[in-house]
């Protein structure tokens, strides 16, 4: 399937906890819960642009180049994302202190699962189509 489309986050699983180990206190991590995070997607072929928005603010960037954000809770990284077969995957490093941040985004049962691995904790946004 396809990652070409509007994706709106509809669950999550350990982001909570996911955000504690980043360093994230306690009032920004319920906020980032509800951070209505949106992914505008655009393939074609292996080619990708990406849009990603959220009450915080944006980001746009394009697979396979490297990039800076800001993350919803102030953390400066720097990394890209490229495809590995039918998976987008993300490797960043904090700017703060040089630790990476490991994120895959896949299509599963018609949803986009994002996965996120940092210092050995794993969390799972899911996204619907719009």
């Not at 180049?65 to 987008?88: H, P, R, S």
């Not at 050995?120 to 719009?130: D, L, N, Q, S, W």
């Amino acid at each position: 399937m396809s990652f070409d489309g509007t994706w709106k986050v509809d669950r999550s699983d350990n982001y909570e906890k996911f955000l504690e180990k980043m360093g994230v206190d306690e009032e920004k991590r319920k906020l980032a819960a509800h951070d209505n995070m949106k992914l505008k997607i655009k393939q074609n072929g292996k080619q990708f642009s990406v849009h990603e928005s959220s009450v915080y603010g944006s980001v746009n960037y394009f697979l396979d180049n490297t990039f800076q954000f800001e993350v919803d809770i102030d953390v400066l990284l720097v990394g890209e994302w490229t495809l590995n077969g039918a998976k987008m995957e993300g490797e960043f490093t904090r700017q703060d202190n040089k630790k990476v941040l490991k994120t895959t985004r896949e299509i599963v049962g018609g949803e986009l699962v994002q996965t996120y691995l940092y210092e050995g904790v794993k969390a799972t946004r899911i996204f619907k189509r719009e």
